[in-house]
């Protein structure tokens, strides 16, 4: 343990210090390239160098709290590819868990894709998903292929993205002055001078850029309430590219995306003046970026409105939103749940995990309504059960 600590610890001032030459011959580094080092920094990036997933992780995903998630999410991929037929495709897989249980749920119900891509540009990532995968019946098995890329060719079917939209890097923002003759700044990461911060770096404010300073202003004009001075927070200028390449891809099927965040009105609510910006260190969470470097997941909630509007201006159809606990209903939560507890019948120590992991799932003070999912389809115009019991409107 200890020599993983000093290990780490290394890491972190090797990072640190790349971090800082950059800053010191460039200026501030955007949040969304201090982002991408931190996480993905091919040698000390928390994503690449060491694994956050996980109990000796930073977090834990709703597939590693049961496979009572996987098995919903199985049941609505098994009615989509009903129509679809054609392969699934997950991207960013994590420990393959997922993965796992959603086979093999599609197998008992006798509905498996013709192939399981999964998309990881993580080589750690990929080889312990290649050793859970390995772990099922070949006849599951043999039909999982990893991707470091997109397909080559567009597919029919279901793609899958549990916690990958949060994960994107963010550009932050402070607006200045008086609601409606606000200046847009942004928020840039620079080096701590002398007696300036306990921390090894600051926020800094710079000139927005055109795209950053036109994307705030077309969420000003959208909300229904004016923001105060000196409000700060966050935005994804990736989702629009990121989303047309997913309709590139989908030519034929669903999407489903899981995630937390909120719609737009909620997210960028007067009263959140700090924005979003969360970071989870063994399991802890916290809204400090600039320690743990390199060591700490590092996201920002997702504004499902542009998620949704991105998709609209891709060719994509939005086909339903809805909290986590309100989809896992629609697809068959208090089946799967009951089955389970009659089959651990006279093992109350399992019953009992169970009733716990359904709880974690489900509540509104744990996953239940923090987490939500939207469904994005080309040409697909079947009801969808996961939202059966509530669609939301963007």
């Given at each position: ?38 996480l ?6 928390a994503?690449?160098?060491?694994q ?17 998630f ?13 129509v679809?037929?054609?392969d699934?495709l ?5 420990l393959g ?8 749920e ?63 890097p ?69 989702f629009?590219?990121w ?42 969470a ?17 504004d ?38 009659q ?38 115009h ?13």
């Amino acid at each position: 343990m200890m020599r993983a600590l000093a290990r780490e610890a290394a890491d972190d001032l090797s990072l640190a210090a790349r971090l800082h030459a950059r800053i010191a011959e460039n200026g501030p580094l955007t949040i969304e390239a201090f982002m991408q080092a931190c996480l993905s920094d091919a040698a000390s990036g928390a994503y690449t160098s060491r694994q956050p997933i996980g109990g000796a992780g930073d977090f834990v995903t709703a597939p590693e709290v049961s496979s009572l998630f996987s098995r919903c999410l199985a049941r609505q991929v098994a009615d989509i590819l009903e129509v679809t037929g054609g392969d699934v495709l997950e991207l960013g897989a994590g420990l393959g868990t997922m993965a796992a249980d959603v086979l093999g749920e599609l197998a008992a119900l006798d509905r498996l894709p013709e192939q399981y891509f999964i998309l990881e540009v993580s080589a750690d990532l990929a080889a312990r998903q290649r050793e859970r995968i390995g772990a099922l019946p070949p006849e599951l098995g043999e039909r999982v292929r990893w991707l470091e890329r997109w397909p080559e060719r567009a597919m029919h079917g279901v793609v899958l993205a549990n916690e990958v939209l949060d994960a994107m890097p963010v550009s932050r923002f402070v607006l200045r002055g008086a609601p409606g003759a606000q200046q847009v700044r942004a928020l840039g990461v620079a080096a701590a001078g002398a007696g300036e911060s306990h921390d090894q770096f600051v926020w800094r404010e710079t000139e927005a850029p055109p795209e950053l300073a036109l994307a705030v202003a077309g969420i000003l004009q959208a909300l229904p309430e004016p923001l105060p001075d000196g409000y700060v927070s966050e935005i994804c200028l990736a989702f629009q590219p990121w989303v047309a390449s997913l309709a590139a891809q989908l030519e034929h099927g669903v999407a489903l995306l899981i995630d937390y965040g909120l719609p737009r009105a909620q997210l960028y609510h007067p009263e959140r003046t700090t924005g979003t910006l969360r970071c989870h260190f063994r399991h802890r969470a916290h809204d400090d970026p600039f320690v743990n470097v390199g060591l700490q997941d590092i996201t920002a909630w997702v504004d499902f409105s542009r998620v949704a509007e991105a998709a609209d201006g891709a060719g994509l159809e939005p086909l339903g939103f809805a909290t986590q606990a309100a989809f896992l209903i629609g697809a068959g939560m208090e089946s799967l749940l009951t089955t389970d507890m009659q089959l651990a019948d006279g093992d109350p120590q399992r019953q009992a995990r169970l009733a716990g992991e359904a709880r974690r799932l489900m509540l509104p003070g744990e996953m239940g309504e923090i987490f939500k999912v939207i469904a994005l389809g080309r040409g697909y115009h079947e009801p969808l059960a996961g939202f059966g019991t509530q669609n939301l409107r963007l």
